[in-house]
């Protein structure tokens, strides 16, 4: 694809205190494509797309949107771009319904009301343009619904807001089986409809059935962006636990220095493909 990606991020590096979390990274999302962010544990993945979506400020490296050099400091200059992270740890309200929780913080008013049945009418109609059919109503309260059917309204709350760009850290990692198959093919659904859509995620599986393009972090380095039909699994396997594979990765001295523990973390570049989950399920139920 020639197409300008619609989120580029150049040479970013980022800091806490004395530890160096990203350094120059690059990163690219394309609109209509899966964009799967792979890597270790502590490789710096939750901080890259944090940084995307302006909750920790970059200290340098350059932001590009649909082309055009942006800002981006706050969650809110992402949100106006239409950058949206879905988190890991989901972040909805047990206690409220899913209108309420899709609507949290941007209700909609009339007059000095809310407008509850424009609210509702929108939260349903974009369960139904993502093809959700498992959820029975947007009055349901989020405590009754199941781990895949939480994460399918976090995405769907994440897509209401005419968002280009949708940020998925790890939406699957607490799934079984069957609802994992149900996020990923919304995952999927949300390219199609035309957005860039970043996917984080462990498993090596879920990264092969969704994804257009791969990238790897390794040590806050990004090893590789490529396209998933140019890769094997097990090439996607070194790059996260070597930080490169054949010709593909990081030049053999940066990748050892990298691995020689230059104080990024928790020292976990050790080769065991420790944070790799290559089975299909993880075990988790929900
Ligand atoms: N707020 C923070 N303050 C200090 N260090 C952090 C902070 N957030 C992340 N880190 C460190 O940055 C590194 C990358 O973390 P993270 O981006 O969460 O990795 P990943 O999502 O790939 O597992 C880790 O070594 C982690 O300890
Ligand atoms: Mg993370």
Same mark, same amino acid.
């Given at each position: 694809?020639?197409?300008?990606?619609?989120?580029?991020?150049?040479?970013?590096?980022?800091?806490?205190?004395?530890?160096?979390?990203?350094?120059?990274?690059?990163?690219?999302?394309?609109?209509?494509?899966?964009?799967?962010?792979?890597?270790?544990?502590?490789?710096?993945?939750?901080?890259?797309?944090?940084?995307?979506?302006?909750?920790?400020?970059?200290?340098?490296?350059?932001?590009?949107?649909?082309?055009?050099?942006?800002?981006?400091?706050?969650?809110?200059?992402?949100?106006?771009?239409?950058?949206?992270?879905?988190?890991?740890?989901?972040?909805?309200?047990?206690?409220?319904?899913?209108?309420?929780?899709?609507?949290?913080?941007?209700?909609?008013?009339?007059?000095?009301?809310?407008?509850?049945?424009?609210?509702?009418?929108?939260?349903?109609?974009?369960?139904?343009?993502?093809?959700?059919?498992?959820?029975?109503?947007?009055?349901?309260?989020?405590?009754?619904?199941?781990?895949?059917?939480?994460?399918?309204?976090?995405?769907?709350?994440?897509?209401?807001?005419?968002?280009? =760009?949708? %940020?998925?850290?790890?939406?699957?990692?607490?799934?079984? /089986? $069957?609802?994992?198959?149900?996020? *990923?093919? +919304?995952? #999927?659904?949300?390219?199609?409809?035309?957005?860039?859509? =970043?996917? %984080?995620?462990?498993?090596?599986?879920?990264?092969?059935? /969704? $994804?257009?393009?791969?990238?790897? *972090?390794? +040590?806050? #380095?990004?090893?590789?962006?490529?396209?998933?039909?140019? =890769?094997?699994?097990?090439?996607?396997?070194?790059?996260?636990?070597?930080?490169?594979?054949?010709?593909?990765? *990081?030049?053999?001295?940066?990748?050892?220095?990298?691995?020689?523990?230059?104080?990024?973390?928790?020292?976990?570049?050790?080769?065991?493909?420790?944070?790799?989950?290559?089975?299909?399920?993880?075990?988790?139920?929900?």
């Amino acid at each position: 694809m020639t197409a300008t990606p619609t989120l580029e991020l150049r040479g970013i590096d980022k800091s806490f205190g004395p530890v160096q979390v990203l350094r120059h990274v690059d990163f690219t999302a394309n609109a209509g494509e899966v964009t799967a962010l792979v890597g270790d544990n502590g490789a710096g993945k939750s901080t890259l797309v944090k940084c995307a979506g302006g909750i920790y400020p970059i200290d340098s490296g350059e932001y590009y949107f649909d082309g055009k050099p942006v800002t981006v400091h706050s969650p809110r200059d992402a949100s106006a771009l239409g950058v949206e992270i879905v988190y890991q740890d989901l972040a909805l309200c047990e206690n409220l319904d899913i209108v309420q929780n899709m609507f949290l913080g941007r209700e909609r008013t009339r007059g000095i009301v809310l407008d509850e049945p424009t609210m509702e009418k929108l939260a349903g109609q974009t369960l139904d343009r993502l093809s959700v059919r498992t959820v029975k109503s947007v009055r349901q309260q989020v405590s009754s619904l199941s781990g895949g059917q939480r994460q399918t309204v976090a995405i769907a709350k994440a897509v209401l807001w005419n968002s280009k =760009v949708v %940020i998925l850290d790890e939406p699957t990692a607490a799934l079984g /089986v $069957a609802q994992t198959a149900q996020v *990923l093919e +919304l995952v #999927r659904q949300l390219a199609d409809n035309g957005l860039a859509v =970043v996917l %984080i995620s462990h498993n090596m599986n879920d990264v092969f059935a /969704v $994804a257009d393009q791969i990238a790897c *972090l390794y +040590l806050g #380095r990004m090893a590789a962006q490529v396209k998933a039909s140019d =890769v094997t699994y097990s090439q996607v396997v070194e790059l996260i636990t070597a930080g490169r594979s054949g010709d593909l990765g *990081l030049p053999p001295a940066t990748a050892a220095a990298a691995g020689n523990g230059n104080g990024n973390g928790n020292g976990n570049g050790s080769h065991d493909g420790g944070g790799v989950d290559l089975g299909d399920t993880n075990g988790a139920q929900q």
